[in-house]
């Protein structure tokens, strides 16, 4: 029987959560790993900034290559020129991939390579090729990389600054997302990353995305399996 691919997991998964690894604590990740592996969950979400395209900076492929896990690596780049660097993340385990359209003037030819790499934990699953826009884009401007896509993620927040709230303009993206997808005919997976919690992942489930990005509010220092069963189960209904 022939290895499903990452996206064909997706597709059965959805709607579903990625939890964010930025908000874990660093010393026990092995722990936190194995306390979401028994929770439901099947997309753990690692924020890669470079202090260039954001002012942050975390972590890169080593540690990404060092979390083992029988759980999809979904790797959202938040850095500038990804060109040239996409190659270690997918060497590193990456599962999904998700680059910036804001990140590169080649952001096309960035996608075009993702499409032809083989996935480092199964070369028959292939790699899940996302693209991601600021709160400032306009979504027009991922109409030409559709094509080249699997997935849109909406930061609902500006990437790379603590402490803001859910963007309420989110809600009309996702319709333009759907409305743009439907013309080309293309089964996209849209997302949402930022500014969700416990108290607003209701009414953000039912904006209609297929999967939420969510960290803090897994990793709140009290029950991270608990928190990460609640938010899966709130948008599954």
């Known amino acids: 029987m022939p290895t499903p691919t990452v996206l064909a997991r997706l597709q059965e998964m959805v709607p579903t959560i990625s939890v964010g690894m930025l908000t874990a604590d660093l010393m026990s990740l092995g722990g936190d790993l194995r306390l979401l592996e028994q929770s439901g969950v099947g997309l753990v979400h690692f924020d890669v900034m470079d202090g260039c395209f954001v002012p942050s900076m975390t972590f890169g492929p080593p ?13 959202h780049l938040m850095v500038q020129e ?57 979504v027009e401007a991922i109409e030409p990389l559709l094509e080249e896509v699997d997935m849109v993620f909406l930061l609902a927040i500006n990437p790379g600054w603590g402490g803001q709230k859910f963007l309420a303009s989110t809600q009309r993206r996702i319709g333009q997302v759907k409305e743009l997808a439907g013309r080309l005919n293309r089964p996209i997976l849209i997302g949402v990353d930022g500014g969700i919690t416990r108290d607003n ?21 009290k029950d991270p399996a608990g928190n990460a069963r609640f938010m899966l189960n709130t948008i599954k209904g």
């Open 63 to 75: 540690l990404i290559k060092g979390m083992k896990t029988p759980l999809l690596k979904d790797v």
């Open 201 to 221: 992942i209701v009414p953000v489930a039912r904006m209609g995305e297929d999967i939420i990005v969510t960290g803090s509010a897994v990793f709140d220092g």
């Open 82 to 138: 990804p060109l040239e660097k996409v190659a270690e993340y997918v060497a590193a385990g990456a599962d999904m991939v998700t680059v910036h359209v804001e990140s590169s003037r080649h952001i096309h030819r960035v996608l075009q390579l993702l499409g032809k790499m083989a996935n480092a934990n199964d070369p028959q699953a292939g790699i899940a090729r996302g693209i991601a826009l600021n709160p400032g884009t306009p």
